[in-house]
């Protein structure tokens, strides 16, 4: 499987990395939504995409909204991975077509928890 | 038990309309940051990294991680430390994924980022909606009221790192004396 990972911190980019190569992932890397949408306009296209919300040039609701508008991109799952928790963030995140929502800071127990709630987690990382 | 008279008839449109405004120590207090620090630090940094509550000076080279909160309270959620304890967080946050070489700007990012999750966990606790910004590094934003000011010094693996959390507008003005007085006057037996 493959996920992109997308935020404007190089070291949260790594943090996120080495936890997703840990459950098997192929992966490649962002700095903000722009980035990303090339990445998919290469035509590699993740299963699933982490995104941070605050980010420059295009935030991480803007890369949400623009996935959701590309037919050729709905298959990918997209989390939003944020220190953004205010209820109404969370909310407009959700509405806006992420399909899960992890607050920062978090535990890679977070990120496999809702791995698995999504049927993302790849099978010999279950085991 | 008195109750004021402005009070008993308030639709809230006085209060909107009035010039009070929330300083930070009505909204947040030092155990709810030192909770919010621990919680980023054991997440970020390690899970037996403690932070322990002490007064402290930091080191005359400390550096600083801001971000900016603007909504009904708007200010700044500031981290400090020692440039040395800087590249010492920055090695834990990254740990296995660290480089061999840790650049400067590894620092200030890694610094920015803990910064930015401190702050927003702190805006989450604040009257909303508000709005936080990408993370600063630098020197640290100068403190405009005293009085909308809070901060939280703490020790890490011994070496000192403070945590304030600071308003951005200029101290109101005093209340007018008579204005008090007045107020006084107001208030009722219940």
Known sequence: ?127 | MTLSRDFVSDTGERRRAGDARPVIGELIDEATIESIAQEAWVSLVGEDEILVPVPVDLPADAVSAWVDVVGPWTGTVVLSTGKETAEDLCRALLGPAAPPVIEDEDVADAFGEIANVVGGNVKAVLPGPSALSLPEVGDAPAVRSPADYVRLDVLWRGEPVSISVQGALPALPDRNPQHEENHEENEVSL
């Open chain 1, 1 to 127: 499987m493959r996920a992109l990972v997308i935020d404007d911190s190089r070291a949260m980019r790594r943090i996120v990395t080495s936890i997703l190569e840990g459950f098997g992932y192929e992966l490649r890397d962002a700095g903000h939504g722009r980035e990303a949408l090339d990445v998919l306009n290469e035509g590699w296209v993740p299963d699933l995409v982490t995104v941070d919300w605050n980010m420059p040039v295009m935030d991480g609701l803007q890369f949400v909204s623009a996935v959701r508008s590309n037919p050729a991109w709905r298959s990918m799952t997209m989390m939003m991975v944020t220190s953004e928790s205010e209820h109404t963030q969370i909310v407009r995140a959700l509405a806006a077509g992420a399909h899960e929502y992890v607050i920062k800071p978090f535990t890679a127990d977070a990120i496999r928890d809702k791995l698995a709630l999504l049927g993302l987690l790849p099978q010999e990382a279950v085991l």
